[in-house]
Nanobody, 124 residues
């Protein structure tokens, strides 16, 4: 079992930046692929970014490439999402997830554990 807790969300202006954190507890987090997803009201939960167990490989959704960066610190059992050049359409609840697989997957049903989410609101 892995428990995930996101933090760092809030209100940010159009063009601004924010960094989300996801702290893991339970099993060593370095065993898991980690992913960030987001869900806006009335929409499906979409893949934002993923990172492999060692941090050597990352993958991004098309809408965030070049603006968001995922990273992890396994010694701290934490994964981060640095979000730059934020737009109003980035407004959503952001979720952290963990997967015991070996590939970075974009499908929500590939992930075994989920956090409770943190709200990010980008004002225009």
């Amino acid at each position: 079992q892995v428990q995930l807790v996101e933090s760092g969300g809030g209100l940010v202006q159009d063009g601004g930046s924010v960094t989300l954190s996801c702290a893991a507890s339970g099993r060593p987090f370095g065993r898991y692929v980690a992913g960030w997803f987001r869900q806006a009201p009335g929409k499906e939960r979409d893949f934002v970014a993923g990172i492999n167990q060692s941090g050597s490989t990352t993958r991004y959704g098309d809408s965030v490439k070049g603006r968001f960066t995922i990273s992890r610190d396994n010694a701290k059992n934490t994964v981060y999402l640095q979000m730059n050049s934020l737009k109003p359409e980035d407004t959503a609840v952001y979720y952290c997830a963990a997967d015991m697989g070996i590939r970075i997957m974009s499908a929500t049903n590939s992930y075994d554990y989920w956090g409770q989410g943190t709200q990010v609101t980008v004002s225009s």
